[in-house]
């Protein structure tokens, strides 16, 4: 999408070279892409290893201004390399402290609209990271289980206290090997895990099967690698963590009277 921005900062435009609803991990880029790349003034990408076919575009784009590894230099899970920190809303703090970093020196006339507007969405973001605490802190942590499409989640589940567990990796290009499917049934059977999602941009037949052989059922949708349209629940960053989290909540709760969702 392209859009023009009225932040206080006339003539900024955004345009994401990876759509809506589309995976990063294995997003292929267009000869428009390449393009788009070459005109702009300053590229965000998040960095370890997230959008490796992009990082080769911006290589042979003629890009000539500056590109930003807005997650690089932050204290990322190493084995293995995890770029998914946005889903601790404390590292995603971390996120916009880089970039207003970023565009202050890139455009020092607008600095004070630019802190401003950082300073706005820390706020927002301390409360949220607050109220996803608090949601969570209502179910004992020994049965904060979930299982998801692939291994997204980690920096969520350190920071609210939720062990995650998939069948496939760090990134979804990955294929899960027969023998580890099989323990996740079991482990799913054994534990009691009644949490069990898709994710948006993932095929669900592996987890459909999972939950199938297991004898429980998917939960829902989580959003790990990508927003949803304007329409849909996770439109934007907060909205995606509310849901993400409220999901969550339901499905380890249950329909019970003491359910706070109902």
């Known amino acids: 999408f392209v859009e023009k921005i009225t932040w206080g900062v006339p003539n900024i435009f955004i345009e994401s070279i990876v759509p809506v609803e589309a995976d990063p991990h294995t997003y292929q880029p267009t000869p428009e892409d390449s393009k788009t790349l070459a005109k ?8 370890l290893d997230f959008e490796k076919g992009l990082e080769k575009l911006v290589a042979s784009s003629g890009f000539q201004g500056k ?21 601790d809303v404390q590292k995603a703090g971390d996120y916009v402290r880089v970039i207003v970093a970023v565009l202050k020196s890139w455009d020092p006339l607008h600095q004070d609209i630019y802190q401003d507007n950082a300073n706005q969405l820390l706020d927002q973001l301390r409360e949220l990271d607050q109220w996803v605490h608090q949601r969570l802190s209502l179910i004992p942590v020994e049965q904060r289980l979930v299982v998801t499409t692939h291994d997204a989640f980690w ?44 994710e948006n941009l993932a095929n669900p037949r592996l987890l459909q099967q999972i939950a199938e052989e297991a004898e429980v059922e998917l939960q829902g949708v989580l959003y790990a690698d990508s927003l949803s349209r304007p329409e849909s629940p996770a439109f934007d ?5 509310r849901h993400n989290t409220l999901t969550i909540q339901k499905a380890l709760l249950g329909h019970s009277s003491c359910n706070p969702l109902y």
Not at 40 to 47: C, P, T, V, Y
Not at 69 to 79: I, L, N, P, S
Not at 237 to 241: F, G, L, N, P, T
Request: aromatic fraction near 14%; hydrophobic fraction near 45%.
């Open 155 to 198: 920096y969520y589940g350190q920071a609210y206290g939720v062990s995650f567990f998939s069948p496939v990796g760090i990134s979804t290009e990955n294929e899960p090997t027969a023998k580890d499917v099989a323990a996740l049934i079991d482990f799913i059977r054994v534990r009691k895990v009644k949490a069990v999602f898709i």
């Open 67 to 87: 590109v930003c590894f807005v997650a690089e230099g932050m204290d990322a899970r190493t084995k293995p390399l995890d770029p998914h920190l946005w889903h």
């Open 237 to 241: 960053y907060q909205a995606m963590i």
């Open 40 to 47: 702009a003034d300053l590229i965000f990408m998040n960095g």
